[in-house]
């Protein structure tokens, strides 16, 4: 069961956020990056199924500057077995449909049963990624998984996906994308002889003529701070007509 996924570069989500002064991105000095969180369980399924089935490769892909590497070897500590580095040292240039061509070129000429993604990438909660790819790819897709299961002949996938107010049940034919939601399964940890074999692991550095983006961000801004709680004291019906006033006139959420 080959298997490819495709992972962001991310910044922690621990870090403390600056944005830049001319207010268009973020500030990149000082932070700490990982792995797209969602991704883990992209990866975490597509090293079940190369388990169940006995065989197969697991391929990591990602658009992204030279420091994305390190990002690639911590997803073969926890089993990947290759990856590639469509190298990028401008992504803040890019925009998901930007991104979604270059992982459609470099993927044509792979061999693949079906295509990981997380559903969003947590530092700009597109969303946008994995749908755009299956389009360019021309194959189904099926979002926001959180059960999949893989019919023995490897051509067709049953995927259970969240949508508003409740559960859809979909039958898919493979191979297909499937973007990853938080339940599909459990991201098992990294070993110490995991992150050993890691290091020896080959990733394909690519160069590739990268479009700009066809959106833009006109400004970025920091949410209003809340205001801080109250706490209402009292045991009869009379705090509870103040709890009332204060959600209907002061907080505005009934």
Same mark, same amino acid.
């Given at each position: 069961?080959?298997?490819?996924?495709?992972?962001?570069?991310?910044?922690?989500?621990?870090?403390?956020?600056?944005?830049?002064?001319?207010?268009? /991105?973020?500030?990149?000095? #000082?932070?700490? +990056?990982?792995?797209?969180? +969602?991704?883990e369980y992209a990866l975490e399924e597509a090293l079940g199924l190369r388990e169940k089935f006995g065989e197969g490769k697991v391929t990591v892909i990602t658009v /992204?500057?030279?420091?994305?590497?390190?990002?690639?070897? +911590?997803?073969?500590a926890m089993g990947a077995d290759e990856g590639v580095l469509i190298r990028d040292d401008e992504p803040q240039k890019r925009d998901p449909f930007v991104i979604a061509q270059c992982l459609a070129e470099a993927i044509k000429g792979m061999e693949y049963d079906v295509i990981f993604c997380g559903k969003q990438?947590?530092?700009?909660?597109?969303?946008?990624?994995?749908?755009?790819?299956?389009?360019?790819?021309?194959?189904?897709?099926?979002?926001?998984?959180? %059960?999949?299961?893989?019919?023995? #002949? %490897? %051509?067709?996938?049953?995927?259970?996906?969240?949508?508003?107010? /409740?559960l859809e049940i979909i039958e898919i034919q493979l191979p297909a994308v499937i973007t990853a939601q938080k339940g599909l399964n459990e991201p098992r940890l990294t070993s110490?002889?995991?992150?050993?074999?890691?290091?020896?692991?080959?990733?394909?550095?690519?160069?590739?003529?990268?479009?700009?983006? %066809?959106t833009k961000v006109i400004s970025l801004e920091r949410p209003e701070e809340r205001p801080p709680g109250r706490i209402l004291e009292g045991e009869d019906a009379g705090v509870v007509g103040e709890l009332v006033d204060a959600?209907?006139?002061?907080a505005k959420i009934i």
């Open positions: 069961m080959n298997s490819i996924v495709c992972t962001k570069q991310v910044p922690d989500t621990e870090s403390t956020i600056r944005i830049k002064s001319e207010g268009t /991105g973020i500030a990149e000095e #000082g932070l700490q +990056y990982i792995a797209n969180p +969602y991704d /992204g500057p030279q420091r994305a590497e390190e990002t690639m070897r +911590y997803l073969f990438a947590v530092d700009d909660d597109s969303a946008q990624v994995g749908a755009m790819l299956a389009e360019l790819l021309d194959i189904p897709q099926a979002t926001v998984v959180t %059960k999949l299961e893989v019919a023995d #002949g %490897k %051509k067709s996938a049953v995927a259970h996906r969240e949508i508003e107010g /409740g110490l002889l995991g992150i050993k074999r890691a290091m020896s692991k080959p990733i394909d550095i690519r160069e590739m003529n990268i479009a700009e983006a %066809k959600l209907r006139n002061e």
